[in-house]
Protein backbone atom coordinates (compact mmCIF):
# COMPACT_ATOMS: atom_id res chain seq x y z
CA UNK A 1 0.00 0.00 0.00
CA UNK A 2 1.29 3.20 -0.73
CA UNK A 3 1.62 6.02 2.08
CA UNK A 4 -0.34 8.91 1.87
CA UNK A 5 2.05 11.87 1.17
CA UNK A 6 2.75 14.37 3.53
CA UNK A 7 1.54 17.23 1.19
CA UNK A 8 -2.12 15.52 1.68
CA UNK A 9 -1.84 15.72 5.63
CA UNK A 10 -4.53 18.50 5.74
CA UNK A 11 -6.48 18.38 2.47
CA UNK A 12 -10.02 18.06 2.33
CA UNK A 13 -12.42 16.39 -0.46
CA UNK A 14 -16.15 17.62 -0.38
CA UNK A 15 -18.53 15.44 1.76
CA UNK A 16 -20.97 13.02 -0.35
CA UNK A 17 -23.18 10.20 0.48
CA UNK A 18 -22.26 7.12 -0.74
CA UNK A 19 -24.80 4.23 -0.70
CA UNK A 20 -23.82 1.86 1.69
CA UNK A 21 -26.20 -0.88 0.69
CA UNK A 22 -23.44 -2.33 -1.06
CA UNK A 23 -21.68 -3.08 2.04
CA UNK A 24 -24.60 -4.51 4.30
CA UNK A 25 -22.52 -7.97 3.84
CA UNK A 26 -19.50 -6.46 4.86
CA UNK A 27 -21.09 -4.59 7.63
CA UNK A 28 -23.18 -7.81 8.87
CA UNK A 29 -19.58 -9.77 8.85
CA UNK A 30 -18.04 -7.42 11.23
CA UNK A 31 -21.24 -6.72 13.25
CA UNK A 32 -21.94 -9.89 13.52
CA UNK A 33 -18.31 -11.65 14.42
CA UNK A 34 -17.89 -8.57 16.69
CA UNK A 35 -21.32 -8.58 18.76
CA UNK A 36 -19.99 -10.27 21.63
CA UNK A 37 -17.32 -7.96 22.50
CA UNK A 38 -18.83 -4.42 21.43
CA UNK A 39 -19.43 -3.11 24.45
CA UNK A 40 -22.58 -0.97 23.69
CA UNK A 41 -26.08 -2.08 22.43
CA UNK A 42 -26.12 -1.93 18.99
CA UNK A 43 -29.58 -1.92 17.38
CA UNK A 44 -29.39 -4.60 14.10
CA UNK A 45 -31.45 -4.77 10.76
CA UNK A 46 -34.09 -7.72 11.11
CA UNK A 47 -32.06 -8.96 8.09
CA UNK A 48 -28.83 -9.01 10.01
CA UNK A 49 -27.07 -12.26 11.38
CA UNK A 50 -25.92 -11.27 14.79
CA UNK A 51 -24.35 -13.82 16.43
CA UNK A 52 -20.76 -15.07 15.05
CA UNK A 53 -22.34 -18.61 14.75
CA UNK A 54 -24.86 -17.49 12.16
CA UNK A 55 -21.37 -16.56 9.72
CA UNK A 56 -20.61 -19.30 7.76
CA UNK A 57 -17.00 -19.62 5.21
CA UNK A 58 -17.75 -20.82 2.15
CA UNK A 59 -15.81 -21.30 -0.96
CA UNK A 60 -15.99 -21.94 -4.16
CA UNK A 61 -13.61 -23.64 -7.34
CA UNK A 62 -12.69 -20.89 -9.94
CA UNK A 63 -11.22 -20.49 -13.06
CA UNK A 64 -8.54 -17.88 -13.57
CA UNK A 65 -8.97 -15.33 -16.38
CA UNK A 66 -6.09 -13.30 -15.58
CA UNK A 67 -3.90 -13.16 -18.56
CA UNK A 68 0.09 -13.99 -16.54
CA UNK A 69 1.14 -10.76 -17.71
CA UNK A 70 -1.16 -8.78 -16.09
CA UNK A 71 0.29 -9.36 -13.25
CA UNK A 72 3.72 -8.85 -11.31
CA UNK A 73 6.00 -11.02 -9.76
CA UNK A 74 5.00 -9.88 -6.58
CA UNK A 75 1.77 -10.25 -7.04
CA UNK A 76 1.77 -13.95 -8.27
CA UNK A 77 4.23 -14.32 -5.26
CA UNK A 78 1.12 -12.69 -3.03
CA UNK A 79 -1.33 -15.25 -4.67
CA UNK A 80 1.56 -18.50 -4.20
CA UNK A 81 0.94 -17.32 -0.52
CA UNK A 82 -2.46 -17.08 -0.38
CA UNK A 83 -2.16 -13.12 0.56
CA UNK A 84 -3.57 -10.67 -2.16
CA UNK A 85 -5.09 -7.76 -0.64
CA UNK A 86 -6.38 -6.45 -4.13
CA UNK A 87 -9.12 -8.74 -4.36
CA UNK A 88 -12.67 -7.84 -3.85
CA UNK A 89 -15.86 -10.67 -4.69
CA UNK A 90 -19.25 -8.97 -6.48
CA UNK A 91 -22.31 -11.07 -5.56
CA UNK A 92 -24.73 -9.75 -8.53
CA UNK A 93 -27.76 -10.26 -10.07
CA UNK A 94 -26.53 -9.35 -13.14
CA UNK A 95 -28.68 -6.65 -15.46
CA UNK A 96 -29.41 -7.37 -19.05
CA UNK A 97 -26.51 -6.37 -21.48
CA UNK A 98 -24.03 -5.44 -18.42
CA UNK A 99 -20.82 -7.37 -18.23
CA UNK A 100 -18.37 -7.73 -15.83
CA UNK A 101 -15.81 -5.48 -16.63
CA UNK A 102 -18.65 -2.72 -17.46
CA UNK A 103 -20.04 -3.44 -13.94
CA UNK A 104 -16.69 -2.88 -12.18
CA UNK A 105 -16.01 0.11 -13.89
CA UNK A 106 -18.90 1.49 -12.93
CA UNK A 107 -18.39 0.94 -9.43
CA UNK A 108 -17.30 4.28 -8.15
CA UNK A 109 -20.82 5.77 -9.78
CA UNK A 110 -22.56 3.42 -8.27
CA UNK A 111 -21.26 4.37 -4.99
CA UNK A 112 -22.00 7.82 -5.18
CA UNK A 113 -25.00 6.93 -6.37
CA UNK A 114 -24.93 8.45 -9.96
CA UNK A 115 -25.76 4.75 -11.69
CA UNK A 116 -28.40 3.72 -10.04
CA UNK A 117 -29.29 0.12 -9.13
CA UNK A 118 -32.26 -1.33 -7.29
CA UNK A 119 -31.25 -2.33 -3.71
CA UNK A 120 -29.88 -6.15 -2.68
CA UNK A 121 -28.73 -6.50 -6.04
CA UNK A 122 -25.20 -5.87 -5.94
CA UNK A 123 -22.79 -6.40 -2.92
CA UNK A 124 -19.49 -5.83 -2.61
CA UNK A 125 -17.32 -7.97 -0.22
CA UNK A 126 -13.25 -5.78 0.45
CA UNK A 127 -12.72 -8.81 2.95
CA UNK A 128 -12.19 -11.94 0.91
CA UNK A 129 -10.88 -14.79 3.57
CA UNK A 130 -8.59 -16.92 0.87
CA UNK A 131 -7.70 -16.60 -2.87
CA UNK A 132 -6.26 -19.31 -3.59
CA UNK A 133 -4.33 -18.69 -7.28
CA UNK A 134 -2.44 -22.14 -7.97
CA UNK A 135 -5.49 -24.06 -5.84
CA UNK A 136 -8.23 -22.38 -7.67
CA UNK A 137 -10.45 -21.84 -4.80
CA UNK A 138 -11.44 -18.48 -3.39
CA UNK A 139 -13.32 -18.41 0.45
CA UNK A 140 -15.41 -15.54 1.80
CA UNK A 141 -17.74 -15.33 4.62
CA UNK A 142 -21.51 -14.82 4.18
CA UNK A 143 -24.62 -15.22 7.09
CA UNK A 144 -25.92 -18.78 6.65
CA UNK A 145 -29.27 -17.25 5.97
CA UNK A 146 -28.34 -14.89 3.14
CA UNK A 147 -26.04 -17.46 1.78
CA UNK A 148 -29.51 -20.06 1.63
CA UNK A 149 -31.71 -16.92 0.46
CA UNK A 150 -29.37 -16.18 -2.63
CA UNK A 151 -29.24 -19.95 -3.27
CA UNK A 152 -32.61 -20.18 -3.68
CA UNK A 153 -33.27 -16.97 -5.69
CA UNK A 154 -32.22 -16.81 -9.44
CA UNK A 155 -29.84 -15.05 -10.99
CA UNK A 156 -27.12 -14.29 -8.41
CA UNK A 157 -23.21 -14.38 -10.01
CA UNK A 158 -20.33 -14.46 -8.07
CA UNK A 159 -17.58 -11.54 -9.83
CA UNK A 160 -13.99 -11.73 -8.29
CA UNK A 161 -12.24 -8.58 -9.63
CA UNK A 162 -8.91 -6.91 -8.72
CA UNK A 163 -9.03 -3.33 -7.88
CA UNK A 164 -5.71 -2.23 -8.60
CA UNK A 165 -6.21 -3.68 -12.64
CA UNK A 166 -10.09 -3.10 -12.49
CA UNK A 167 -10.42 -6.56 -14.09
CA UNK A 168 -12.61 -9.22 -13.53
CA UNK A 169 -10.25 -12.59 -12.36
CA UNK A 170 -13.08 -15.03 -12.91
Request: with cysteine; glycine share 4%; charged share 25%.
Amino acid sequence: MVPVPLSDIDRRVPRRKIRSDLLHIELENILALGHPGIPIFVSLPQTFASKPEEIGIFEASVYWLLDPTDISEESLQRFRLREEPVMQILLNKPRHGLTSDALISRIPSILNGENPLPLDTLFILTSVELVDFMGCKVQWRLSKARAHMMAHEVNWVMIIYRTDLQKPCV
